[in-house]
């Protein structure tokens, strides 16, 4: 049967030691949070805001203004004096960024999460590293001017096969993000919810045969 001392039990940083001296909680298996909460994000010399999310990982969270130009995110950004793997980009992170022009995703990410890039009017261009698993919903809406998108050969979740200019989910032939630039490969069967969503200067698209499913 389970145990107690099996159930891991996360409590706030520094006070493991405060629950242990009480009778009810001794026994759990314990996991003190970041000392960084998620509500006073860090800053690393680029400008970029981070949240610690465990002991080895941040991920890039919304700045106090919005992010300008061409940005570069690290693959590892110290805090404090400790170095930490830039492995998520946070919900809503990019949101809005008008003045946003580009923006390099080190292959350290493996989650872009919902709305973390999205209502980016000045971005034209992105690259989904291989490194990449899961990607939210409404990444890359409302961003009119994007003419290219691209993942990177070696990617086991996602691709953009024959050049299409979109993000496809390999294993259910879902295309999850789209432009005014994509072309539909016929080996899609699924035109995901909002995958073309604020694609105003799409004119026309041909959805091929393959597709037996619209968003």
Not at 136 to 151: A, E, F, H, Q, R
């Amino acid at each position: 049967g389970v145990t107690i001392s099996s159930i891991p039990l996360t409590v706030p940083a520094g006070s493991e030691s405060l629950y242990k001296a009480t009778y009810t909680w001794q026994d759990f298996k314990y996991k003190e949070e970041a000392e960084n909460p998620g509500d006073d994000p860090a800053v690393d010399t680029s400008g970029l805001k981070y949240n610690i999310i465990s002991s080895t990982d941040v991920e890039v969270v919304a700045g106090t203004e919005k992010y300008t130009g061409d940005i570069v995110i690290p693959s590892q950004t110290t805090i404090d004096g400790k170095t930490y793997n830039v492995t998520k980009i946070g919900i809503q992170a990019f949101n809005g960024c008008a003045g946003l022009t580009s923006i390099t995703i080190p292959s350290s990410v493996y989650i872009i999460a919902d709305e973390s890039i999205y209502d980016c009017s000045g971005l034209k261009s992105i690259t989904i590293p291989s490194s990449v698993t899961s990607i939210g919903n409404y990444v890359l809406g409302l961003c009119p001017n994007i003419t290219s998108i691209k993942v990177e050969s070696g990617n086991a979740k996602y691709d953009s096969r024959n050049n299409c200019n979109a993000i496809i989910e390999t294993s259910t032939n879902t295309l999850i993000a789209g432009c005014k630039k994509t072309v539909i490969p016929s080996s899609v069967s699924i035109i995901g919810t909002a995958a073309f969503n604020g694609s105003t200067g799409l004119t026309s698209i041909t959805i091929p045969s393959s597709v037996v499913s619209l968003g």
